[in-house]
T-cell receptor, first 114, second 110 residues
């Protein structure tokens, strides 16, 4: 059973471009969480999704950021018009239903904005 | 003040020493997690606990719900234990989202 997969592992974008980060949860997991780790800072919650539903997006910046978890395929975190302050490590975690189970983390995507 | 506080921030030990990392939190929780982040950046879940004590190999995690405190112990530490150890809580009122401490950087010297 493969673990949580994220791609790309490293992503370089110029200011103003779009970044698309993908997360494939572990088999059987229908809950996905996105977390961000800014340089020299701790992890911060961004968004919690279940298949086709955003459950909690209270940690998402109000503009430029969006997330989805379609019925088929990976969860996508999309950042439009990236700025240097978006440079960070973005981690995805998944857990099986119901709520309350342990979360398993992916290897992360390191986004660098030039 | 952060809802989750860890101490110490940095810890250096000699191989073989017994290590304790502490985590205090100020909110009601449904579970507490201990995570390990290696220099390469990947995060591994070590424990999830809501009461008592758990043990896995040389790692032991305890939690005292009344005192809102948890400890992670490493027995017979080894240089490969060098990593950042992160405490995270799942708040009673926030569903599944995790709130993280700032992490403890552990370095174990041979």
């Amino acid at each position: 059973n493969a673990g949580v997969m994220q791609n790309p592992r490293h992503l370089v974008r110029r200011r103003g471009q779009e970044a698309r980060l993908r997360c494939s949860p572990m088999k059987g997991h229908s809950h996905v969480y996105w977390y961000r780790q800014l340089p020299e800072e701790g992890l911060k919650f961004m968004v919690y999704l279940q298949k086709e539903n955003i459950i909690d997006e209270s940690g998402m910046p109000k503009e430029r950021f969006s997330a989805e978890f379609p019925k088929e395929g990976p969860s996508i975190l999309r950042i439009q018009q990236v700025v240097r302050g978006d440079s960070a490590a973005y981690f995805c975690a998944s857990s099986p239903p119901p709520i309350g189970f342990e979360q398993f983390f992916g290897p992360g995507t390191r986004l660098t904005v030039l | 003040k952060n809802e989750v506080e860890q101490s110490p921030q940095n810890l250096t030990a000699q191989e073989g020493e017994f290590i304790t990392i502490n985590c205090s939190y100020s909110v009601g929780i449904s579970a507490l997690h201990w995570l390990q982040q290696h220099p390469g950046g990947g995060i591994v879940s070590l424990f999830m606990l809501s009461s008592g004590k758990k043990k896995h190999g040389r790692l032991i995690a305890t939690i005292n719900i009344q005192e809102k405190h948890s400890s992670l112990h490493i027995t017979a530490s080894h240089p490969r234990d060098s990593a950042v150890y992160i405490c995270a809580v799942r708040r009673e009122t926030s569903g599944s989202r995790l709130t993280f401490g700032e992490g403890t950087q552990l370095t174990v010297n041979p």
